[in-house]
């Protein structure tokens, strides 16, 4: 079976966020097609787009999967529909988010997934997060850096909330 490094991007800005986060990595785990390698720490970041709503905690993380890109994002969607997302509208806040950022080194350009992520390289809280934990992964269409493409937009608005999570994720 064959089996990638993907990094995800996770978020919360309702409820308890932290605890919103961790319960998202833990349903991520809980297949057996997906293996955390890594979680970075948790940052406290300003909303983007709509910023009439509360800060953000965010966080990325290194998993092995053995689930196709496609389903991947149907895992990822259906741990967002258990955990209460809704999305009254764009860019509004929400119970939790979840991302693919990087599939391997592919490049997808599907209807219902771009990746990498058609937006990381200019948002901070996904960029910082990730570049503790791979500052050195390579973009596969850009061919910069993590750390390379933080410094081309620096951590403005991105705070250090909390180190990495010490509750067991992984199975």
């Known amino acids: 079976m064959r089996q990638e490094v993907v990094y995800l991007g996770?978020?919360?800005?309702?409820?308890?966020?932290?605890?919103?986060?961790?319960?998202?990595?833990?349903?991520?785990?809980?297949?057996n097609n997906n293996h955390i390698q890594a979680v970075s720490s948790?940052?406290?970041?300003?909303?983007?787009?709509?910023?009439?709503?509360d800060w953000f905690i965010n966080c990325a993380a290194e998993v092995i999967t053995a689930l196709p890109p496609l389903l991947l994002l149907q895992l990822l969607k259906g741990i967002e529909k258990r955990m209460g997302r809704i999305t009254p509208?764009?860019?509004?806040?929400?119970?939790?988010?979840?991302?693919?950022?990087?599939?391997?080194?592919?490049?997808?350009?599907?209807?219902?997934?771009?990746?990498?992520?058609?937006?990381?390289?200019?948002?901070?809280?996904?960029?910082?997060?990730?570049?503790?934990?791979?500052?050195?992964?390579?973009?596969?269409?850009?061919?910069?850096t993590v750390n390379e493409l933080l410094k081309n937009i620096g951590k403005e608005g991105v705070e250090l909330y909390a180190a990495p999570p010490n509750r067991e994720v992984s199975h």
């Open 10 to 31: 996770l978020g919360s800005n309702l409820g308890d966020k932290v605890d919103n986060c961790l319960r998202a990595l833990e349903e991520i785990s809980a297949t």
């Open 42 to 53: 948790l940052y406290k970041t300003e909303p983007v787009g709509y910023r009439d709503q």
């Open 89 to 144: 509208f764009k860019m509004g806040p929400r119970i939790i988010d979840l991302d693919i950022l990087f599939y391997g080194a592919e490049v997808i350009k599907a209807a219902d997934l771009i990746i990498p992520h058609p937006h990381l390289h200019e948002r901070g809280f996904v960029l910082v997060p990730l570049a503790e934990i791979a500052p050195d992964l390579l973009h596969p269409a850009s061919k910069k």
